[in-house]
């Protein structure tokens, strides 16, 4: 009985390397059709691979359109802080022109006690109307001295911290959170040249430099609270100078010869002991 249905022959292809010149075989791949096709997906698989690690790994993932690198993230932080303080500047001098006007003209003026400030909400008290009547027969004298922030000279009331208005020593990201052991301050990023403000009424006890640091200055405030700001570039007030809440302090950064140098390094303390600044301020 003859052979029937015999197997196919399986074709194989050869792929030579030959010289030119000598017709000398350099190199000679034999392979056949499923060869072939599992060597081209192979191929593209690793292809495939290598271009993901180059755009997700290197800076060439900074060509793809849309993707926010870290230039642009960095100056939306910072335009995002001036439109802020551009806020704050904006509503100050409307209520200083307001307030101008109306003496002028001979009405009554703004109490500054009831302003309002767009990044924060400032702790009102009842005040009696004769009081009120003082303070407004003596605003022109209060224009003149022009405070800054519009933060009036009411009389100190004994407040618990919790009921304290505590100003915002600097519009930014809180970089490194509070911890009691390990970092008892926050670290707040901004730009550097970013000015520094006093959070409260207080008087300038301490002022220093240091090379890791850069520039120092500490506050002495009412209740037995100390307020601490490192990592300046400039200090823009000296020793037992007294101060109010909103009073420029320093310039942030620039000094610094540890990582991350745009940054304030802020400390608040009471009776000794350190006090997370994220409970009372909002940054």
Known sequence: MGRQNPDPIKKTYRLSLVDNETHDMIRSLRFNRAQLIYGAVTAMIVLLLVFYLLFAFTPLRTIIPGYPDAHSRKEAVASAIKIDSLESIVTRWSLYAENLSRVLTGGATVDFDSLVQATS?????????????????????????????????SKERDLPIEGMHFFTPLKGVVATPYDRVMHPAIDIAAPTGSVVSAVLDGTVVFTSWDAETGY????????????LYT??????????????AGTPLALVGGTSRTEGAEHLHFELWHNGESLDPTRYISF
Not at 123 to 152: C, T
Not at 217 to 226: E, P, S
């Open 121 to 153: 909400t400032r702790y009102l008290s009842d005040k009696d109307p004769a009081e009120l009547a003082r303070r407004d027969s003596l605003l022109q004298e209060v224009v003149q001295q022009e405070e800054q922030f519009g933060v009036s000279e």
């Open 216 to 227: 120092i200055i500490i506050l002495q405030h009412r209740d037995n609270l100390i307020s």
């Open 231 to 244: 990592n300046n570039q400039k200090l823009l007030r000296s020793g037992g100078e007294t101060v109010k």
